[in-house]
């Protein structure tokens, strides 16, 4: 089976060759037959994976790497047939470049060896990084750099984890976390290790790269970048940590402080944006801060661990699902939100904006059911379980001002029904379906939500209380109530990445003479 894998990995790889070899021989034409193809080539990864589990030297599919490849292979598809439908005259090459970036983070997935995955996070870096700079602005050269600038630490800093992990006799992921836990650095390698997923995974406070390159990449990239990006952290973190074999109650306990730090702290900067996509990118950082905090309570407590890496899968699984394609509603809004599908547009956002709160029957709710139950005896000073409900109000408050953003833009087009809709519609839909499928496979049934009155009101009092609170500020400023500097006062995306950034801009500019010499050298 090792070999078939083999094979339908080439098959996008040649695929994304391709395109970016018609790109190459000049100014692309638009969409061609070429370009609407793309997302039958990741048919073949994600057969493969249905078919089930394989085992290889190099190349593995197991219980973590097939739900995540195939939500993964779901989104690029959609996202592909986005980019088909789009009127951006360069669309070969972004659809090149988005192959090879599902290349490289499939292959972080089906990797057998430390070796493999870093590869595979190097592709990665590499193509998200050109794919933020494919729209050729100001704005994404800025963010681009600042992108390449962290994902190349963190590739140099995973780098050398690897080789201390390798050095203790982790060559294969499956023997990694042993190999950490057993190593006498181990908590050196712990520390890089969340360090260099840290970024990765745009937790607090290494995420500051991501509101700024969603808002400056084109709405499918960034969806990806939201939905299927930020989960190469998340897998370095279950496949290296040593989860279930030392309690590490320091670092876990980090780990749980800064998840929660950047969980409710992304809803000032969050709101004030006057960019929707810039909204949900801070909601992205905020549930990527859910996921980093099941993953420092199974780190600080073992017992617990397989109860949550089991859960941060189906976790992954939902947000990725429902992060990307509400990403991709901006787009989808603009092209046919006034049109003949208008209604379909509206219950799709709608069932993706259910999903990201948490809410009954959604897919969130089984994910954040399953997650407070995983960590509900985690040994911590704070009580997890008392906050986490509330990581839902937040995620309620980002959604409504992304949804004021969109409104108040007035971009809704009337194109007609397509293959990009559809797709798209088949991400929200098979999203919450296919949540609930893998958490009834894997999760015990009292893992599992019901539909009594008690879990129903559980799930739904976190979005009430947002949605109460998002009213009361809407009512008080109409009422005039509100000072007026509320409605000019913004945070810069990025908030401290973007200070940092600012500050040695100014001092670059402040070492340089007018006309374009600097200070202590001749401009002869």
């Not at 839902?392 to 007609?416: D, E, K, N, Y």
Request: charged share 10%.
């Amino acid at each position: 089976m090792t070999w078939l894998l083999l094979v339908a990995l080439a098959v996008p790889a040649a695929a994304a060759a391709a395109l970016l070899v018609h790109a190459s021989r000049g100014p692309d034409a638009g969409p061609d037959a070429l370009v609407r193809a793309a997302p039958l080539a990741l048919v073949p990864v994600v057969v493969v994976d249905l078919l089930g589990p394989v085992g290889g030297l190099v190349l593995r599919l197991d219980l973590v790497g097939r739900p995540l490849l195939l939500f993964v292979g779901v989104l690029y598809a959609a996202a592909l047939a986005l980019t088909a439908r789009s009127a951006d005259a360069r669309t070969a090459s972004r659809s090149g470049l988005l192959l090879v970036a599902f290349v490289g983070t499939a292959t972080v997935l089906v990797a057998a060896d430390a070796v493999t995955f870093l590869a595979g996070c190097v592709v990665t870096t590499v193509a998200a990084h050109r794919l933020i700079l494919h729209p050729r602005t100001a704005t994404a050269r800025r963010a681009g750099r600042l992108y390449l600038a962290l994902a190349a630490a963190s590739d140099v800093v995973l780098a050398v984890a690897v080789v201390l992990v390798v050095a203790a006799g982790g060559l294969r992921l499956a023997d990694a976390p042993a190999a950490v836990a057993a190593a006498p650095a181990g908590g050196v390698i712990v520390g890089l290790l969340l360090l260099a997923f840290g970024i990765k995974a745009a937790t607090f406070p290494l995420h500051g790269w991501l509101p700024i390159d969603e808002a400056a990449a084109s709405v499918p990239v960034g969806a990806v970048l939201s939905g299927t990006v930020v989960k190469v952290g998340l897998v370095g973190w279950l496949r290296f940590l040593p989860l279930g074999h030392e309690a590490m109650p320091g670092w876990g306990t980090a780990l749980v402080v800064a998840a929660l730090v950047g969980a409710f702290g992304v809803l000032v900067p969050g709101v004030l944006t006057d960019d929707p996509e810039v909204s949900l990118a801070y909601s992205t950082v905020g549930q990527m801060g859910f996921l980093a905090m099941v993953v420092g309570v199974a780190l600080g407590a073992p017992d617990l661990a397989e109860a949550c890496m089991l859960t941060a899968v189906v976790y992954a699984v939902h947000h990725g699902m429902a992060k990307g394609g509400l990403i991709m509603a901006v787009e989808v809004w603009e092209r046919y939100g006034a049109g003949r599908a208008r209604a379909v547009v509206l219950g799709g956002a709608f069932v993706l904006a259910l999903a990201i709160t948490g809410a009954p029957l959604g897919s969130g709710a089984v994910a954040k059911y399953a997650a407070k139950r995983a960590v509900g005896e985690a040994p911590f000073l704070v009580d997890v379980t008392a906050v986490l409900p509330f990581v839902g109000t937040v995620s309620t408050l980002l959604l409504v001002r992304a949804l004021v953003l969109l409104r108040a833009s007035g971009h809704a087009g009337t194109s007609a029904p397509d293959a990009g809709l559809w797709s798209w519609v088949a991400l929200a839909v098979g999203g919450t379906i296919g949540t609930w499928v893998l958490a009834g496979l894997w999760l015990p049934p009292e893992k599992v939500p019901g539909l009594d009155a008690v879990t129903v009101w559980t799930a739904a009092w976190p979005i009430l209380l947002g949605l109460v609170f998002a009213g009361a500020v809407v009512g008080a400023a109409r009422a005039g109530v509100l000072p007026s500097w509320t409605r000019t006062l913004r945070v810069p995306a990025g908030d401290l990445l973007n200070a940092v950034a600012r500050t040695v801009d100014r001092t670059a500019d402040a070492r340089t003479r007018p006309d374009g010499g600097t200070i202590g050298r001749s401009t002869r």
